[in-house]
């Protein structure tokens, strides 16, 4: 139980840390004009986000190999 706690717990914080992200991008593509300094912000904020998505999709997939682990199939 501990572990699907610390999968569920992970998620959530990554849920949050992309929604964060998120924010920042639209706020970046709100703005008109760019410094090299945001540019690169943004190129990190994209890295971020494709990070966080690899990681949920491999937690996804962990739970469901834990959830279907034990589940027994009748015909």
Request: glycine share 2%; hydrophobic share 35%; no cysteine.
């Amino acid at each position: 139980m501990d572990d699907d706690d610390s999968i569920a717990g992970r998620a959530q914080k990554l849920r949050q840390d992309m929604e964060l992200l998120l924010q920042e991008e639209w706020r970046f593509r709100r703005s008109r004009t760019h410094s090299l300094a945001d540019n690169n912000e943004h190129d990190k904020r994209k890295a971020r986000l494709v990070a966080i998505r690899e990681e949920l999709r491999i937690l996804v997939e962990k739970a469901n190999r834990k959830a279907s682990h034990g589940s027994v199939w009748y015909s």
